[in-house]
T-cell receptor
Framework: DQQVKQNSPSLSVQEGRISILNCDYTNSMFDYFLWYKKYPAEGPTFLISISSIKDKNEDGRFTVFLNKSAKHLSLHIVPSQPGDSAVYFCAASAGRGGSNYKLTFGKGTLLTVNP | GAVVSQHPSWVICKSGTSVKIECRSLDFQATTMFWYRQFPKQSLMLMATSNEGSKATYEQGVEKDKFLINHASLTLSTLTVTSAHPEDSSFYIC?????????????FGPGTRLLVL
């Protein structure tokens, strides 16, 4: 049972435009959400996170939106750059982001930003 | 900050041998370390969670006698794949988390590619 779903396996965007990556979850106990970026044969790199007490968190070109009622979150990248091309994983945990709470990952979305 | 290293980055071994992978948090104290496995084009699958000084908690379906985890200090955890077989070939990634790393966010190592012949 996939508790964190990224329904789009891939997304292609033109440089300078907005990239929107989507993630849905089913477990209502999840209260902390993260986005990671991953290049092939490397470990994931943390991008941005959001707690369930917020509905938006922004860090530079990256903004994460959380819609708890819809159990949906999205990552916006504006403007998109070719270096953003990677696999993006959505992850969630239950326990308000406590240090010993495990993450449940989605299957990832491959973002390609074309010059 | 929040840098995690893994060693080795890749290893080739013969079937039946054991392989040890180290995971280190370089600039923060990791109260908890996690070990993941990733198959090609799949998501990261959590294998086990280890807290410093205590036994690891394994996910369902992961053999604890096969994948030995030791979290001896706040900066080091090791995963030993015992009597490795070709089906153990995979990409193994560790992550570390601690209050000093920031709100429980997990920071990942670069991964270890294991190939068992």
């Amino acid at each position: 049972d996939q508790q964190v779903k990224q329904n789009s396996p891939s997304l292609s965007v033109q440089e300078g435009r907005i990239s929107i990556l989507n993630c849905d979850y089913t477990n209502s106990m999840f209260d902390y959400f993260l986005w990671y970026k991953k290049y092939p044969a490397e470990g994931p790199t943390f991008l941005i996170s959001i707690s369930s007490i917020k509905d938006k968190n922004e860090d530079g070109r990256f903004t994460v939106f959380l819609n708890k009622s819809a159990k949906h979150l999205s990552l916006h990248i504006v403007p998109s750059q070719p270096g953003d091309s990677a696999v993006y994983f959505c992850a969630a945990s239950a326990g308000r982001g406590g240090s010993n709470y495990k993450l449940t990952f989605g299957k990832g979305t491959l973002l390609t930003v074309n010059p | 900050g929040a840098v995690v290293s893994q060693h080795p980055s890749w290893v080739i071994c013969k079937s039946g041998t054991s392989v040890k992978i180290e995971c280190r948090s370089l600039d923060f104290q990791a109260t908890t370390m996690f070990w993941y496995r990733q198959f090609p084009k799949q998501s990261l699958m959590l294998m086990a969670t280890s807290n410093e000084g205590s036994k690891a908690t394994y996910e369902q379906g992961v053999e604890k006698d096969k994948f030995l985890i030791n979290h001896a200090s706040l900066t080091l955890s090791t995963l030993t794949v015992t009597s490795a077989h070709p089906e153990d070939s995979s990409f193994y990634i560790c992550s570390a988390s601690g209050w000093t790393s920031g709100s429980g966010t997990q920071y990942f190592g670069p991964g270890t590619r294991l190939l068992v012949l």
